[in-house]
């Protein structure tokens, strides 16, 4: 039925949040889709006032989620941005974040071209290195946000060491758990005071939906990011929860078939004479393999490699696979295949890029759970013929 707290990951994903519906017994949890309630006199209702301020199918889902990440508090929203966003706007004009340097683009963007507007400022700093988010810490600094592993160069920051030097400023941890998702990797128990999720990835998992959700333990920050959830008001539908409530019940079983191609895959490239380098953080050469390790318990189903060759060849590459679907976005069951340089880092001038590690051949995979060897063989006929 409901899920105990001390219930395992699985049962969590299957059950948490959920209950058989009181009025008929439906096993689903049903999609309301009503926007207010009938009260018995002003004021006299069951809990539930108006759609925007609380509602059954999202209240399930934000239950579902908070559960998963071991948080003691969830709230859903309608885009990983508006997550994103409402966490930002927490801050007061004045404050400043302390920031990765290969940030998912549209938290860049938003980050830099919205609330840079506002009067906050951020800065973007190598987040593996932990004296260079000290030395970016300023008395202004209110919020670290760290995405690891890091879009699209994979790497990993240390959640424990860097939410240890954060909390001796007085500095708020935020992790963006996208790519990890809380089958491999849960930031509260690391260390971290809100993770932030877009739940159109790996939570939804069918690439059917898009949504975010942010979790935490912490009373005070869930309060004020609740008043901000009804006040700013970037709620999801009711049919999108459910979409990503459903998507959440396979998560374990999903995550696991995602990291096994995920390494076949990665090593398999790592031999391949045609590319120059693979950032996988499951192969043993990868700089963060170490801290993965210990932090995550599976590497996930995000590559990237370099392909020998110019911009053109790398192009050309993507575009002649037959298994892997050219296309944005990632963490669904199908392989997608991308260019960061040209499409979701297009926006980063190339001097920007290349200090990053963004080089021209760099290629983004989104490995679903296909079979590894048909993933393989397709990267393998692209490959060759690109070349010319
Ligand atoms: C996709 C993504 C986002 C943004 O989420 P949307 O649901 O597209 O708004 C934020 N962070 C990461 C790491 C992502 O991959």
Redo the contacts with the bound molecule.
């Keep these: 039925m409901t899920a105990k707290k001390d219930a395992g990951f699985a049962t969590k994903a299957v059950h948490a949040g959920q209950r058989p519906d009181p009025t008929t017994g439906a096993i689903m949890t049903p999609v309301y889709l009503t926007s207010t309630y009938v009260q018995e006199g002003p004021g006299v209702h069951k809990g539930f006032d108006y759609a925007r301020t609380v509602h059954p199918t999202r209240l399930a889902l934000e239950a579902n989620i908070a559960a998963l990440e071991g948080g003691a508090h969830g709230l859903c929203f309608a885009?990983?941005?508006?997550a994103?966003s409402t966490v930002i706007e927490m801050l007061d004009a004045g404050d400043h974040v302390v920031s990765c340097n290969d940030l998912?683009g549209?938290?860049y963007r938003v980050f830099t071209k919205v609330f840079a507007r506002h009067g906050m400022s951020f800065s973007f700093v190598d987040a593996t290195d932990m004296k260079a988010i000290e030395k970016a810490m300023t008395s202004k600094t209110k919020i670290l946000w760290i995405?690891t592993p890091s879009?699209p160069m994979l790497r990993i920051t240390d959640i424990k060491k860097a939410s240890a030097l954060a909390h001796k400023k007085k500095v708020k941890v935020v992790v963006?758990n996208?790519?990890a998702s809380p089958a491999l990797q849960q930031p509260l128990a690391l260390g971290a005071d809100i993770v932030v999720h877009?739940?159109?990835?790996y939570l939804g998992g069918h690439s059917d939906v898009?949504?975010?959700a942010v979790v935490t333990n912490d009373r005070e920050i869930f309060d004020k990011l609740k008043f901000l959830q009804n006040a700013v008001g970037a709620v999801p539908g009711p049919l999108d929860c459910f979409l990503v409530l459903r998507g959440t019940k396979t998560l374990p079983l999903r995550l696991v078939k995602h990291c096994e191609n995920a390494m076949a895959v990665a090593r398999h490239l790592s031999k391949h004479k045609e590319i120059a380098r693979v950032h996988y953080p499951g192969l043993a050469d990868h700089p963060g393999h170490a801290i993965a390790k210990a932090q995550m318990c599976g590497f996930g189903g995000m590559i990237s490699f370099e392909l020998k060759g110019d911009l053109e060849r790398a192009k050309r590459m993507i575009a002649m696979t037959r298994v892997f679907s050219l296309a944005e976005?990632?963490g669904g069951v199908e392989s997608l295949i991308g260019h960061p340089p040209t499409m979701t880092h297009g926006s980063i001038p190339r001097q920007e890029r290349l200090k990053s590690g963004l080089v021209d051949g760099l290629i983004r995979l989104s490995v679903g759970i296909e079979d590894a060897q048909d993933l393989i063989d397709d990267l393998d006929q692209a490959i060759a013929r690109s070349a010319v």
């Design positions: 885009s990983g941005m508006a994103t998912y549209g938290t995405e879009n963006d996208t790519f877009s739940t159109t990835k898009v949504g975010g976005s990632l």
